[in-house]
């Protein structure tokens, strides 16, 4: 579970996380709600990453679920028609059994479905599908915006994750700064640490440790 700010560059994280995933052989699912597909293809490609072979055989599958908010139909391969919980329930169940274990699916912003339906229903259907997931060793990645649900939404869905990291805008010596770090993972030791988290003119990120204020 990443928790980001609206204002955070989450999705810059993401696409260097996908990257990184891609050129170490991981097969990934990347589900878009904040840009149509052909705009995060450039994306990759401002980094460096062309995908059209990691699309052509399916080491990534790209599914758009951001066109049917312009009210009109996607013309891409994959693709949600809604974010409704019975249509993400059914297209979840056909594509399942496609991924290995050790195959991450990464929905850029699941607060999205929760907005489409409301708390109680979502945490009822996403226990069960972030179960099934999971179960073969599959790696579910998901984002939740900070601060727009309840308490007792995050809290059940942080208990039910192996990790918690979380994408912050602060300011930082006067400046606004995008700062990184875990907040729990289960079963290891995990550092803490907040980092600055820098994008690049080419899109890449790199993190940069926090000063330490000199103790009086």
Do not use: C
């Not at 700010?5 to 699912?29: C, I, T, Y």
């Not at 149509?36 to 401002?46: E, G, K, Y």
């Not at 594509?95 to 489409?116: C, H, I, K, M, Q």
């Not at 996403?126 to 790696?139: C, H």
Request: glycine content about 4%; overall charge negative.
């Amino acid at each position: 579970m990443f928790l980001f700010d609206a204002d955070s560059q989450w999705l810059m994280l993401v696409l260097n996380m996908v990257a990184e995933m891609l050129r170490k052989g991981v097969e990934v699912l990347y589900i878009s709600t904040s840009k149509q597909l052909p705009n995060i293809r450039d994306d990759f490609h401002t980094y460096g990453l062309d995908t059209s072979a990691f699309e052509k055989d399916e080491r990534l599958v790209l599914s758009d679920a951001f066109t049917f908010k312009t009210g009109h139909q996607s013309t891409e391969k994959y693709y949600f028609p809604s974010l409704n919980l019975a249509e993400i329930s059914l297209i979840s169940s056909k594509s399942l059994d496609l991924w290995t274990p050790g195959s991450v699916r990464l929905f850029e912003n699941v607060s999205e479905v929760v907005e489409a339906s409301d708390e109680k229903s979502f945490l009822k259907f996403y226990r069960t599908w972030i179960s099934r997931f999971v179960t073969k060793g599959r790696i579910a990645i998901d984002g939740f915006v900070r601060g727009i649900h309840s308490d007792s939404l995050y809290t059940s869905v942080m208990t039910s994750a192996d990790g918690v990291f979380e994408l912050r805008t602060e300011e930082i010596d006067g400046k606004m700064e995008n700062t990184l770090r875990a907040r729990a993972f289960k079963g290891a030791p995990v550092d803490t640490s907040k980092y600055i988290l820098r994008v690049a003119e080419d899109l890449s990120v790199s993190l940069e440790a926090t000063k330490k204020k000199s103790q009086l």
